[in-house]
Structure formats: structure tokens, C-alpha cells
């Protein structure tokens, strides 16, 4: 009998933790949402509670391949494209694009998480782990959202706390 992995984001801590059952088998540095916690669209807040991988996309692309709208544009983001477009909102090298399970919480209506487009992403090797600077998604450094991306499969559960 296998046990299943599930992922524990903490926004109190800004961590994210890769779980085997009660086993954490890897914990990660993150940024979630300058707004803090919240489920409503608009809001630009990381939505708690019990969600779902639902899409992987990404895979085979280089570390810091650029997408948008959830496309590869061809462009690598490397430290000149970052000083360039500081304030841009980078989603790089992996998308874990995650769907609420809770009606009413994240799921349906206006706080629905995959109508949101939050994800799990990579960005910008110069933009700072642990501290809340995200617009809703949880970002992590490159390599760590490569590695992560590689040890999940769809339908892994995400659960995230404050």
C-alpha cells in the first residue's frame, strides 16, 4: 500500500511543506500574497483551505522559462529581464495550477480558486522567499518549483493554513 503526498503551504511562516502521509519528505521557502489570506476574487489574497493540483504545465521547460496565459512565451528570465521589468508579476519555470475543494470557501462563485488562476510558480531568482509579495499565487524559487512539479501528480492534495 503506497501513501499518498499531499503539500502544507503555511502562510504564517511562508513555507511549504511536501508531505508522505505524516512524513514531511521536503519543505520549501515561499511568498504568498502581500494581501494576506482570503478567498474572494479581487482580493489578491492566497485562499485557505483544501485544494487540488488540477493542471501540471511546464514540463521539460528550462529554468525560468517565461509563460503567459499559461503558454511558454520562448522568453528565459534571467537578471537583465528582471531589472528591466521589476514590477512585472513572473510565473516561470512550472505552473501547479491549484482548484478549491470546499463550496462556498474555494470552490464556486465568486471565491472559486481555479476561476482565480492561483497557482503554485516559479519567479525571479532576485525576488525574496519568506516574505508575503505575491498577488494571490505562492511563488517559489525555480529550481524548487522544478523539483516540487517532478515529485507531484495531479489531483495531489494542497492544503493551505495560516
Not at 511562508?14 to 494576506?36: C, F, I, K, N
Amino acid at each position: 500500500m503506497s501513501v499518498s503526498r499531499s503539500i502544507l503551504v503555511r502562510l504564517s511562516d511562508q513555507s511549504l511543506e511536501l508531505r508522505e502521509g505524516d512524513a514531511v519528505v521536503a519543505t520549501y521557502p515561499v511568498s504568498t500574497a502581500s494581501r494576506g489570506a482570503g478567498e474572494l476574487e479581487g482580493s489578491y489574497c492566497t485562499p485557505r483551505g483544501l485544494h487540488v493540483v488540477r493542471d501540471k504545465i511546464g514540463a521539460g521547460q528550462p529554468l525560468g522559462a517565461v509563460f503567459r496565459s499559461r503558454c511558454p512565451t520562448g522568453e528565459v528570465c534571467d537578471a537583465d529581464a528582471y531589472a528591466a521589468h521589476p514590477d512585472r508579476d513572473w510565473i516561470l519555470t512550472r505552473i501547479l495550477w491549484l482548484s478549491g475543494l470546499e463550496e462556498g470557501r474555494n470552490l464556486g462563485g465568486r471565491c472559486d480558486t481555479y476561476a482565480r488562476y492561483i497557482y503554485i510558480h516559479g519567479t525571479p531568482d532576485e525576488e525574496p522567499m519568506g516574505v508575503a509579495r505575491s498577488h494571490g499565487c505562492i511563488r517559489m524559487r525555480n529550481r524548487d518549483v522544478a523539483e516540487l512539479f517532478d515529485m507531484v501528480d495531479e489531483g495531489t492534495i494542497v492544503r493551505i493554513v495560516e
